[in-house]
């Protein structure tokens, strides 16, 4: 079900009704752009730490921002065992624009290109986005609505209802009082804005919002205070409805994080950190406030590439690459509990899943990331209950095998990461070579970082085993270009030269002592 601005309040209740009765809700965000082109000390690297990688993707977060939310609410079904329905909803965002919030983002060529490639609708973005806001921008808002201390920024509106106010006005000089006119066209958000403006600028008019637009009555100045202070219509309540039309999709939000329902995603910090940025505060400097903020908001967060990893080990699973493959795998005969594990229905008006494919749809993939969960959870208890009976399936007993994965690296200290070994590369006859040329000499056999670690030395480090394997076996025995395994002991700068400090100072008191020793 795909959900625009024209849709989303009246599905508000809806929405909350499912979320308070779900087991845990599936997520999964699409960007206007991943990472920014920073110079090459601030770009992301293999040999970051994870606050280091944070504070670099932190600036690409407030640059680019979201474009498409995918929700996938799962709840099992009362009275058949193991067996959930899934409601999948895609939200089209786009940045509140209303009086001095005017939000500035990016594209990305590159992102822009995939999304285009897997369909996704652009003019539903850019033309019937839901507003969403943080809190910082909806106490600056809220505090110039209710003062009455506002104005329209953004140039285009300004001319929109420049024109809107010139039409009214002509047709107040011949209106009599009683007469109305129709603005066809202006709905939603815009409406309010619209009227509020009006309202402020002609003293003898009021409006009224239809679905077809707006209704502009001329009315004496007695009815129109009269109007202004009806229970229906008061200046207070009318601006408490302008701002919760102006919070959008932050409302939602709102009813996500007090529903406090286990959230799941797959690879997901990247759509955390948007989350944090654009609907609870900007994101803070400390890499470890930020995991102490959304571990606040959200108490259980399991990401299923941290669930899937160890299991896939274990099982001898083929190697995938991305989020559709891992639920091919599990879906297929290589799964030893295919046929016991738990059922996943879809809703009525989310069908359009049932028989086709939509990779990179961010609702669709959140219904993989939940449906990916559910297997691997019972494969999980599966294996933990080995030849003996096994319990009841139900989401309880998964969520308990899943202990050891909830909240792992988004709260308290990360784990440990399990990569390839660090490759040390000694240069020889090739005065002054840089970085970027040792680059360009292995980019052929695989992707890697480089860092210079001595005048003809660099550290050489890639995400795969295999390519550590293929560097090594490539370069073995080469004249000018010397590959082995990085010991820090024997090969760091810093040991090496503490080491070489002992040795002067160990021969210095070797000599002292010698010296000082009386003849014989």
Request: proline share 6%; aromatic share 12%; charged share 20%.
């Amino acid at each position: 079900m795909d959900v625009g601005a024209d849709e989303f309040e009246q599905s508000l209740p809806l929405l909350q009704e499912l979320v308070l009765g779900a087991d845990f809700v599936g997520l999964d965000i699409e960007f206007t752009g991943l990472r920014s082109n920073l110079s090459r000390p601030q770009q992301i690297s293999l040999f970051d730490l994870p606050s280091e990688w944070y504070l670099k993707t932190r600036h690409s977060v407030q640059q680019f921002t979201i474009c498409q939310i995918g929700l996938s609410v799962f709840s099992s079904i009362e009275g058949e065992s193991n067996k959930y329905v899934a409601h999948s909803c895609n939200f089209f965002l786009f940045p509140t624009t209303f009086g001095i919030l005017d939000s500035e983002f990016s594209f990305q060529a590159s992102s822009v290109q995939f999304l285009n490639q897997y369909g996704f609708d652009y003019n539903k973005f850019l033309k019937n986005g839901i507003p969403y806001m943080n809190e910082e921008q909806e106490k600056k808002i809220k505090h110039n609505i209710l003062t009455g201390n506002w104005r329209v920024r953004s140039s285009l509106d300004k001319d929109q209802i420049k024109v809107v106010i010139d039409e009214v006005t002509r047709w107040l000089d011949l209106a009599e009082e009683g007469d109305w006119m129709t603005l066809p066209g202006i709905t939603g958000f815009q409406a309010f804005e619209v009227q509020l403006v009006l309202r402020q600028a002609l003293p003898d008019i009021w409006t009224v919002p239809r679905d077809q637009g707006i209704i502009v009555k001329k009315v004496s100045k007695q009815h129109r205070w009269y109007l202004e202070n009806t229970s229906c219509d008061r200046a207070s309540c009318w601006k408490e409805k302008i701002l919760l039309s102006a919070r959008g999709f932050s409302v939602f939000f709102q009813m996500l994080v007090k529903a406090q329902k286990p959230l799941v995603g797959h690879n997901m910090m990247m759509d955390l950190l948007h989350l944090h940025e654009k609907f609870f505060r900007p994101l803070p400097e400390s890499y470890d406030q930020f995991k102490l903020n959304i571990h606040s908001l959200f108490p259980v967060l399991i990401d299923t590439k941290n669930v899937t990893k160890d299991i896939w080990k274990e099982l001898n699973f083929p190697r995938v690459s991305n989020l559709s493959e891992v639920y091919e795998v599990l879906n297929s005969d290589l799964n030893p509990t295919r046929n016991s594990g738990p059922v996943v229905i879809h809703a009525s008006k989310c069908e359009k899943y049932v028989e086709t494919k939509y990779p990179h749809e961010a609702a669709y993939d959140a219904f993989l990331c939940g449906s990916v969960l559910l297997k691997v959870a019972h494969l999980l208890a599966w294996r933990v209950h080995g030849a003996g009976p096994m319990p009841e399936p139900s989401f309880p007993l998964y969520l308990d095998v899943l202990a050891p994965y909830v909240n792992q690296n988004f709260s308290g200290p990360d784990c440990p990461s399990i990569r390839p070994p660090i490759l040390l590369l000694h240069v020889r006859k090739w005065p002054g070579v840089s970085e970027q040329q040792v680059y360009r000499e292995f980019q052929n056999l695989c992707k890697f970082d480089v860092r210079r670690l001595s005048r003809s030395q660099f550290l050489l480090l890639t995400n795969k085993f295999k390519d550590a394997r293929s560097i090594l076996k490539e370069y073995r025995g080469h004249p000018t270009l010397q590959v082995s395994l990085y010991r820090y002991w024997r090969h760091s700068p810093n040991i090496s030269c503490l080491l070489q400090v002992c040795g002067v100072v160990t021969t210095w008191a070797l000599l002292a002592l010698l010296l000082g020793r009386p003849g014989h």
